[in-house]
Structures are given as C-alpha cells and as structure tokens.
C-alpha cells in the first residue's frame, strides 16, 4: 500500500456512496489517510529476514527515506503490538542507511541483499527464498513495486538478464571491497 498508486477517486466514491456498509466505508477511510510514497521512492531490492530486513531504495528527494522509515516502522510496531498484545519499542536501534555512490556499489548492494538469506536457507535454492526480491530478478514472481529493471538493465547486453543477474548473485567469490561500502559499520 505505500509505494502502490492510491486510487483516492474509488475511494471517495467508497465513501459518497449510501449502500455501502460503515465497515467498508471505514476501510476506505484508513486507506485515504495512509501515508503513500508512489511516486517518491522505488524499491530496487529488499529482502526480510527473521530479525532484521534489507531495503535497497531509490528516493526523489533527500528526505524521503526518513519519512518513509519512519511511517513502515511506526506501523508495523503499532500492528504488531496490538497482535501480540504488548506495549513499548519494537526495534532495538533507529534504521541505518548508505548513500549508494555508484553503479558498481549498486550491483554489490543488491547482491548482497539477496544472497542474504543462505546461511537460513542451509544449501537450500536462493530462490526458494520467498521474502526477497530475488524471485522478481529471476522472473518467478512479478511485483509492480519492484523495480527490478534498475539493476537487471546492466545485465540486458546478455540474452538473459535474469540469467546473468543469477550468475552474478550466486556465482564467483565476493568482491570484498564492494561489500566494504556497501556495508554499515557497526561500530
């Protein structure tokens, strides 16, 4: 629902119309009032894991990201809280982030968010993986609001981008210094 375009006309018309339950109509209501970032960001790669998640995101402006952080996290404590019937902070720490400073650092970057999930997976298939983005590179799933193209356009110059993206995923030893910028330091 965030980076989705929000139909606010179906939405009104949810709203103006007399035979329409008051449930639907509060639905229409909540959906018109959540924050939408179509348009601001694009996703080019995330994969959720069991106690963190990557996000690889290009922004319209520089402070978009953290309203969009800010919204997702904020949400997702307040459901899970209500869910599992707690109360406080969810997440440890505030989200941390890196300006990504060119094209080789981009490929690592989402390379290294999807080959996250392989000590989980224990020799299983990365594809197999099915809180990543890696299906849509690989052509398995498709995802309006993946925009998989920003990456998979530097593989195009081959047959198959999805089969050189795949190759470049799961072939070959890591470039260490790639991972270098693309990584947070801890400290």
Known sequence: MYVLPKDEKA??????????????????????RLNNFSGDISFISYCLMPNHFHLLVKQKNATTIDTFMNSLCTRYAMYFNKKYKRVGVLFQDH???VRVASDEQLLHLSRYIHRN??????GGPLQSYSYSSYQEY?????????????????????KNASESYRSFVEGGGVDESMLALALIDEA
């Open 11 to 32: 939405l009104k018309a949810i709203l103006s119309d007399s035979e329409i339950l008051w449930k639907e109509k509060d639905k229409a209501l909540k959906l018109l």
């Open 117 to 122: 999930p392989i000590k989980l997976l224990q």
């Open 95 to 97: 989200y941390k982030a």
């Open 138 to 158: 690989l052509g398995l799933r498709s995802s309006s609001w993946v925009a998989s193209h920003l990456i998979l356009d530097y593989f195009r110059k081959n």
